[in-house]
């Protein structure tokens, strides 16, 4: 299936509702990626914050897929609100309200995440996520007695 505009906007939409669908399904053990998959391109990159306990870079469908699996495996839920799109263009800047709870401490946080998105062709080729406190999110999900990396 391929993405039937390459309009910027109308792909970061239907990427966020996609991936919307895609975590109100049960995410990665309960829906398939093919939701998601028409809106990035093949060798779509994606760069966590090496700090994060889903940290690095994550490479195409299958990288994209796995960082799911991981992502899903840390949060309890994650939930992502009050978006605005900051600039649109070939590279996007989107910010949005996060709020999750860790699977391992059942902390609840809150907190800011700005985005920019690369968009070429219609598919997103890379996504660069910016978190204001990545130390509050790696000790909010370190399981009990460990010591997160920051």
């Known amino acids: 299936m391929t993405n039937p505009t390459t309009d910027p906007h109308?792909?970061?939409?239907?990427?966020?509702?996609?991936?919307?669908?895609?975590?109100?399904?049960?995410?990665?053990?309960?829906?398939s990626f093919d939701l998601?998959?028409?809106?990035?391109?093949?060798?779509?990159?994606?760069?966590?914050a090496e700090g994060l306990p889903y940290g690095?870079?994550?490479?195409?469908?299958?990288?994209?897929a796995r960082f799911f699996r991981t992502m899903g495996g840390v949060w309890e839920t994650f939930a992502m609100t009050d978006q605005e799109f900051l600039a649109i263009g070939g590279t996007s800047?989107?910010?949005?309200?996060?709020?999750?709870?860790?699977?391992a401490t059942g902390?609840?946080?809150?907190?800011?995440?700005?985005?920019?998105?690369?968009?070429?062709d219609g598919r997103i080729?890379?996504?660069?996520p910016?978190?204001?406190d990545t130390r509050a999110i790696a000790e909010a999900c370190a399981t009990p007695g460990a010591t997160p990396a920051v």
Do not use: N
């Open 125 to 128: 080729t890379e996504v660069r």
């Open 10 to 31: 109308t792909v970061l939409t239907g990427m966020y509702a996609a991936e919307a669908e895609y975590l109100a399904a049960g995410g990665p053990d309960a829906a």
């Open 56 to 64: 690095g870079t994550w490479r195409g469908h299958e990288g994209l």
């Open 36 to 48: 998601l998959a028409p809106f990035f391109a093949p060798d779509v990159a994606l760069h966590q």
């Open 130 to 132: 910016f978190y204001w």
């Open 107 to 120: 902390r609840e946080l809150r907190f800011p995440m700005l985005q920019t998105l690369t968009v070429r």
């Open 93 to 103: 800047v989107v910010s949005t309200r996060i709020r999750a709870r860790a699977r």
